[in-house]
Nanobody, 113 residues
């Protein structure tokens, strides 16, 4: 059974940092590009970032470029998203996943003073 479980979401002040984790199981993690997407309240899904199977290639949405860093630990089957200089507009449910395999249930990040 494919499982993707996000963790690390929290309420943080503007300018703060969080690191999201995504624990994966039930598929060959090392074989896939992994992705983060998010959905802000009342809005549609927005792609955030992607990383290739080996971790050497990463891409970011313009809205997070320079502030977020995606990474992975293939030995631990875990995906990460380091988020720095958070802004209120980063408030959203964050989901990790693989387009051809599945997605997690999401974790809430709230950026507010």
């Amino acid at each position: 059974e494919v499982q993707l479980v996000e963790s690390g979401g929290d309420l943080v002040q503007p300018g703060g940092s969080l690191r999201l984790s995504c624990a994966a199981s039930g598929f060959t993690f090392i074989s896939y590009w992994m992705h983060w997407v998010r959905q802000a309240p009342g809005k549609g899904l927005e792609w955030v970032s992607s990383i290739n199977s080996g971790g050497g290639t990463t891409t970011y949405a313009d809205s997070v470029k320079g502030r977020f860093t995606i990474s992975r630990d293939n030995a631990k089957n875990t995906l990460y998203l380091q988020m720095n200089n958070l802004k209120p507009e980063d408030t959203a449910m964050y989901y990790c996943g693989v387009y051809s395999v599945g997605w997690g249930k999401g974790i809430l990040v709230t950026v507010s003073s």
